[in-house]
């Protein structure tokens, strides 16, 4: 698969690790489907619904929203619950 500078930088971890964990999953998905490059993506909307995720999917999203906080010190948000205000 080809893949352009940006997207081997974020595959190396340059821009964090939550984005280099989603770009090696498209990855992987592209090999499956002999995909020769990616598509350029500008919004993506994550499905949350307590009842569809599986406890290591509530746990995927817990830690990245814990990553979000250590590293970008806002607040995040689902819905209205509050995963954190402002880490330290």
Do not use: W
């Not at 999917?57 to 995963?83: K, P, S």
């Amino acid at each position: 698969m080809r893949l352009i500078d940006y997207e081997e930088a974020t595959l190396a971890g340059k821009f964090g690790e939550p984005r280099r964990q989603a770009l090696a999953r498209q990855v992987e998905i592209g090999h499956f489907f002999d995909a020769p490059d990616l598509v350029e993506v500008a919004q993506a909307h994550i499905v949350a619904d307590i009842e569809a995720l599986s406890e290591a999917g509530v746990e995927y999203l817990e830690e990245l929203a814990a990553y979000l906080c250590r590293r970008q010190r806002n607040r995040i948000n689902f819905g209205r619950t509050r995963l954190c205000i402002g880490a330290s």
